[in-house]
């Protein structure tokens, strides 16, 4: 029997489609129904390794966690990570299909990749009860729904039913439900089944005339009104968006520690910061552009980037270079996480562009290694140790390029097969290729008891996510008519 389907689309990016269906997962699981996530397609540089040696939205990672279930790549079949402002990389069922330009996929590729995303579908419908479906962007863009697959050009394609979800905390959510519901075709507003109102601050009672008046005009009845909920940002964020907002940011009163995160153009897996922002004791600012970073600091962290030599000239451009050079020089520790890692070096190589613009630039020189692009990817999950603290570490590997020199002689980790990475002679610069290196309690300690001792808590970080899951799975609970939900979602065609 094929699974039932519910698509949750939304009047805009950003108004809490990944963190609803996370939630959901985890109450349809609790009540005992074999639940899936699904996205039909993702644009976002944060991504997760599933076992198979695929990758896939990190939003969907944490959605499969929700469900008890490890990543596969068929719950992202197709997951676009932009490289410049006109192209991306296409990855179609975990893997790297090509590099095109916005307008070379949306002419001539997208509609192409459906078949990825229905067989992705189906496969799912032969294992499980439910499949909750999340959108991507606003269902209102109808400039591009002649050949979309990621909103309601795939509900139609499959007869899924969908609920539209408003932000109301960034005002307008009447005009957004009604405008959706006013430009969208006949045939695409029978889909929608209902609506959720989302990240409502006060009294939900107080909305009660707005609910009316939206389900008045468009004859959709409401499940539900949703609290702010805080688990909602605690948990692992894929889209930047929440980083040009500040959300992100942790301004702690009494902190021991403070962290800098250069918030580069095309910055990467950025929740690998999660665990070191929600450290009682750290307090941890992503700099956003055209601000330096601040020299009152215990430690600079280069995050991950879908472009090293792009984002090595877009950290120039900001003055960032500078900074982090004097930084370093005066002793302060600096840490490189996978593309972080690459600016850390001496030079970056990469004539086929495999990683960008092709070309080569001259890094920052703070650790002695030169890096070579090359086809091959590497993406998996992995175990190892850190032979400076000794350690026990998991993480993952998603990354092009090979560095070598001297200072990797003294590797930041020892993985399940190799050395990886480089630590300079002072032990002050370091840079590895392990993402999730932090979300390792021990190790986290270690680290931040070297920068200031006793700056460590006791946080538990992979419980920390199952409690936060758990707690919006509670909070969802108690706003919506779940029941109701449940009932919208079908059978697909």
């Not at 959605?63 to 997951?79: G, I, S, T, Y």
């Not at 991507?136 to 002649?146: M, P, T, V």
């Not at 959300?247 to 009494?254: P, V």
């Not at 601000?291 to 120039?316: C, E, H, V």
Request: aromatic share 4%; charged share 20%.
């Amino acid at each position: 029997m094929s699974a039932r389907s519910l698509m949750f689309q939304g009047t805009g990016s950003d108004v809490g489609k990944s963190t609803l269906v996370a939630g959901l997962c985890r109450l349809a699981v609790r009540r005992g129904i074999r639940v899936a996530p699904f996205k039909p397609q993702n644009m976002s540089n944060n991504a997760a390794a599933c076992l198979d040696g695929g990758e896939i939205g990190r939003a969907q990672a944490l959605q499969a966690r929700a469900c008890h279930l490890e990543p596969q790549v068929d719950f992202n079949p197709v997951l676009l990570k932009p490289q410049s402002d006109s192209t991306a990389q296409v990855v179609v069922h975990g893997k790297v299909l090509d590099t095109l330009s916005a307008s070379h996929y949306m002419n001539e590729r997208r509609q192409h990749l459906m078949q990825a995303v229905t067989e992705s579908h189906a496969r799912l419908g032969e294992q499980y009860d439910l499949i909750l479906v999340e959108g991507a962007g606003s269902a209102a863009e109808i400039n591009l729904r002649e050949r979309d697959i990621a909103n309601m050009g795939f509900a139609q394609r499959l007869n899924v039913p969908v609920c539209l979800i408003g932000d109301i905390d960034r005002g307008g959510v009447i005009a957004s439900i009604v405008g959706t519901r006013a430009v969208i075709s006949k045939e695409d507003a029978a889909l929608i089944r209902s609506f959720i109102i989302n990240r409502f601050r006060g009294d939900p009672r107080l909305f009660d005339d707005g609910v009316v008046a939206i389900e008045q005009r468009t004859q959709w009845p409401c499940r539900g009104v949703v609290p702010w909920l805080p688990s909602a940002l605690k948990l692992p964020q894929e889209d930047a968006v929440i980083l040009e907002q500040g959300r992100h940011r942790a301004d702690k009163a009494g902190a021991r520690v403070r962290i800098a995160v250069p918030m580069l153009s095309r910055i990467a897996n950025f929740d690998d910061m999660d665990p070191l922002r929600l450290e009682p004791g750290v307090e941890l600012g992503f700099v956003p552009p055209g601000n330096p970073l601040p020299r009152d600091i215990d430690a600079i962290i280069l995050p991950g980037t879908k472009s090293a030599i792009g984002d090595l000239a877009f950290l120039r451009a900001q003055g960032w270079d500078h900074d982090i050079v004097a930084f370093a020089r005066a002793g302060g520790r600096v840490s490189g996480l996978c593309g972080g890692y690459q600016l850390l070096g001496k030079a970056i190589h990469d004539p086929q562009g495999i990683d960008g613009p092709p070309g080569s630039a001259e890094a920052l020189g703070l650790l002695d290694i030169v890096t070579h692009m090359h086809p091959a990817k590497q993406t998996r999950k992995v175990d190892g140790h850190c032979p400076r603290s000794r350690c026990r570490l998991s993480g993952y590997e998603i990354h092009v390029g090979t560095s070598t020199g001297p200072d990797t002689r003294s590797p930041m980790t020892v993985l399940a097969d190799h050395p990886d990475g480089a630590v300079s002679q002072d032990g002050q610069i370091e840079g590895t290729y392990l993402h999730g290196i932090f979300g390792n309690d021990d190790y986290r300690a270690w680290w931040l008891n070297g920068l200031k001792p006793g700056s460590a808590g006791s946080l538990n970080y992979e419980a920390t996510v199952e409690l936060e899951l758990d707690k919006l799975a509670d909070g969802l609970e108690a706003a919506l008519d779940v029941d109701a939900l449940l009932a919208d979602a079908g059978p697909t065609q």
